[in-house]
């Protein structure tokens, strides 16, 4: 007789329903099933109230001066630091512009480097996430974009939480994104887009998850994507915002804002930090639309509690 081991992950995404299908045959819309602002309206914390309204209302909210020119002037030197180093370029966690061979991101950052670290514990963040998530958090993923001057490519709209879900295996929205920026923000060099709204409908994307889907769509997003359609109906719904700044300006987004960003053709660099925050009550099961999931450095499955 053979004896078929499950894992704890396993047994969970079995028992775990599928509240958002997705990469399946056609595209289909599902109303959101989660709260957007899951703690209490006047939780303590550097959010002012007015600031959780504009997320619920919006799935995003900006903060002009995150940090001090001398902060930036730390993680900048950092960034400069990791993106030179040829230990980190020969790394996995490291993913390259297709063209040009130039570092685009480095994952896991607060792994890597003791810097960034600082910063994904610093309350001014953490605190934050910790307010709209309602619970302890865990870093779900991290990781630096380098976009310069001259060709750096974008990225394709898209929902985080339909690749989360897909194939990470993240069950609900109650997770929030933090995009802090190292570089100024002009309207013309590759800047984050959101579609104000577009968080409280989820759109599950047509077609299947190829095997290490990962490893492309880093570099240029494929599956996952939603349809020029589709696209265009939530375009003319909800309209789409450019977000401008200073560098140690913040934007935090909701898991399922569409969202998106141009190539940068300018000579201005664009640079940012980027961290995803989960709640310690929103453990990763198994992917619900993907044959594996993903590795690690990509979907934490470290679920410790951020301090």
Not at 5 to 21: G, H
Request: glycine residues 8%; proline residues 7%; aromatic residues 10%.
């Amino acid at each position: 007789m053979t004896t078929h081991l499950t894992s704890p992950a396993q047994t969970a995404a079995a028992t775990v329903p599928d509240l958002y299908p997705s990469r399946g045959a056609t595209e289909v819309s599902t109303p959101r099933q989660d709260p957007v602002v899951w703690g209490a309206p006047d939780a303590p914390g550097p959010f002012e109230p007015l600031d959780l309204q504009s997320f619920e209302r919006d799935g995003f909210v900006a903060v002009d001066q995150l940090l001090t020119d001398d902060e930036v002037g730390v993680y900048r030197q950092e960034l400069d630091r990791l993106v030179t180093d040829p230990t980190i370029r020969a790394d996995e966690r490291s993913i390259v512009e297709p063209q040009s061979q130039e570092i685009r991101s480095v994952f896991e950052v607060h792994r890597i480097s003791e810097v960034f670290a600082r910063l994904v514990r610093d309350e001014r963040i953490v605190g934050r996430a910790r307010q709209i998530l309602g619970s302890d958090v865990y870093v779900h993923q991290s990781r630096i974009n380098v976009k310069p001057g001259f060709g750096a490519s974008g990225f394709y709209w898209h929902s985080d939480f339909e690749t989360w879900h897909a194939e990470d295996g993240l069950p609900r929205m109650r997770t929030v994104s933090v995009s802090v920026a190292l570089t100024e923000n002009y309207d013309t060099n590759g800047g984050l887009m959101i579609m104000p709204g577009s968080h409280k409908t989820f759109l599950g994307c047509a077609g299947a998850t190829p095997k290490d889907n990962y490893k492309k769509s880093l570099q240029m997003q494929d599956a996952g994507t939603p349809s020029d359609e589709a696209l265009t109906a939530m375009a003319s719904e909800y309209g789409i915002k450019l977000f401008t700044g200073r560098a140690g300006s913040a934007t935090w987004f909701d898991c399922n804002a569409m969202h998106g960003s141009g190539d940068n053709i300018t000579p201005f660099p664009r640079s940012n930090v980027f961290i995803v925050f989960n709640s310690v009550e929103n453990e990763a099961v198994e992917p619900f639309s993907a044959p594996v999931r993903r590795p690690e450095f990509i979907g934490a499955r470290d679920f410790t509690p951020v301090r």
